[in-house]
């Protein structure tokens, strides 16, 4: 198994979890790109965005996690973005799905 985010997960890499419950964990990405920027990973172990089944439930316990570390991390009220880069012209490096919040500036557009 070499997969980093499964290694995480199992706590064989150690992350400062913001977040955990039985299906997903959160964590701050390694390399930021704003003053808060986590990673919300669900446990199971997903390609990428369109490897979930269709009967999944991942993606409400996913918002359910998101909910509870930006009011955590209290960027709720004044914002933050959720990304998931997926596949290659998405700029997925780590292929284990995740969603990236960041938040404590003002996000600009179009991404880079
Ligand atoms: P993506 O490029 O969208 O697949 O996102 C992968 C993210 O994982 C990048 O933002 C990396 O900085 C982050 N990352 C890689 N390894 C670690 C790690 N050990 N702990 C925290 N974040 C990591
Ligand atoms: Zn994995």
Redesign the pocket.
């Known amino acids: 198994m070499s997969c980093?985010?499964c290694q995480?997960v199992d706590k064989r890499?150690?992350?400062n979890f913001i977040y955990e419950d039985d299906a997903v964990v959160a964590?701050?990405?390694?390399?930021?790109?704003a003053p808060h920027?986590y990673?919300v990973v669900p446990k199971v172990h997903y390609e990428n965005l369109l490897a979930v089944p269709k009967d999944s439930d991942v993606f409400n316990r996913v918002y359910s996690a998101i909910d509870q570390v930006v009011n955590k991390a209290g960027i709720a009220e004044t914002g933050f973005r959720v990304?998931?880069?997926?596949k290659d012209d998405?700029?997925?490096?780590?292929?284990?799905l995740?969603f990236?919040v960041l938040g404590g500036r003002f996000m600009t557009w179009p991404p880079g």
């Open positions: 980093i985010f995480i890499i150690p992350a964590f701050p990405d390694i390399n930021p790109q920027h990673l990304v998931v880069n997926t998405g700029g997925q490096t780590v292929p284990h995740h990236h």
